[in-house]
């Protein structure tokens, strides 16, 4: 069976294609600035080197069509026909307390996203844009969504409240739901597997840190806590994103700026993080850079960024009264040794030890970056969350024949 998933984001979508019989990906790519002038596709075929790109992508549904005409393309493509997609899987970010797994797209499951709009109105209209494409394009095939949220579902109630009036989480649902969590499930599993120890007895601190960021304590196999909350705005500090502060900073400015509440929003999710403590940038390699050329304001950026991370590993330790393995995973804890040399040289508290030659090697693989000695065993793992999606696409597509 071959599966296509995709990730929707607002202006954006990236894909991929699977072949599950040996769980291959075939082909991926991204659509970048959908609705705007420069909006650009661009295909990558695995058997081949080429890629391949179009532009004038005026929405989601023109964006889907432009993916399905280049898998079906004679020189880029990797199916002969369409009717070789038999299921579609869709990445969506809130399912609030309703989704704790993945399910088939109905009617029901619409709905109930669009009830969630409100809690992620940054992502999921965006996740309903790409179902609705994927609908119209490709009407008879299922399709399958799968939440970021549904891994976090197993949090004990004293991770999960937030300590104001109850009325507010019966009335508002207003808790924490966390995200990333397919990625948190994939990599603390492989974790598992290479320090060859069964799930179940292991405390794993999973951080995955890219463009958005957040830990999460998996105990057992188990999300117990997570730094994301209601929003992926809490926790760490991240691109463009603030991260924890003072509740209470949000209506001080807002009357001292006199900002509006979509401006306030805007201003935390858009305007903060890397970005507005660097002044340039929200992107790690080039905090980095102006670090080792001595710009002050990325400097600070880089310590708050990587002091938040070792902060929150110390209350995740605390958390399941100790660690067994760290995991470092996405864009940038994949790809930045600084980044994970940085944490980890003042966690010798928790007898943690890196290899600094193992930190340096650049591989896909997933790989230990610490010494035989640590006690806890640190981990490079490049996440996948693509084929969980498609492994999840597959059970239930299946299931559904
Ligand atoms: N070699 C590198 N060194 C440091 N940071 C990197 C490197 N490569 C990628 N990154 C960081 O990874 C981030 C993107 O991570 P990614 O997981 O792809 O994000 P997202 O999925 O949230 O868009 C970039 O913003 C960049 O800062
Ligand atoms: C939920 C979230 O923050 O996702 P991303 O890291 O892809 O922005
Ligand atoms: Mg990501």
Redesign the pocket.
Known sequence: MKILVINAGSSSL?YQVYDMSSETALASGRVERIGMDSSILVHEPHHTDETSEVSEILDHTTAIRKVLDKLTDAEVGVVKSIDEIEAVGHRVVHGGETFKGSVLVTSEVKAEIRRLFDLAPLHNPACMMGIKAAESNMPNVPQVCVFDTAFHQSMPARSYMYAIPQVLYKKHKIRRYGFHGTSHDYVSKQAAAVVNRPLEDLKIITC??????SLTAVQGGKSVDTTMGMTPLEGLMM?TRSGDLDPAIVPYTMSKEDLTVNEVNSMLNKHSG?QAISGTS???????EGMQNGEPNATLAFEMYEYRIRKYIGAYAAAMDGADVIVFT??????????RQRVCEKLTFLGVEIDQELNKIRSKEPRYISTPNSKIAVLVIP?NEELMIARDTYRLANNAK
């Open positions: 990236k995955h840190i890219g463009n958005g960021g691109g890397l929200s992107d790690m390699r080039e905090i980095e996405a864009g940038v804890g994949e790809n930045s040794a600084t980044v996440t």
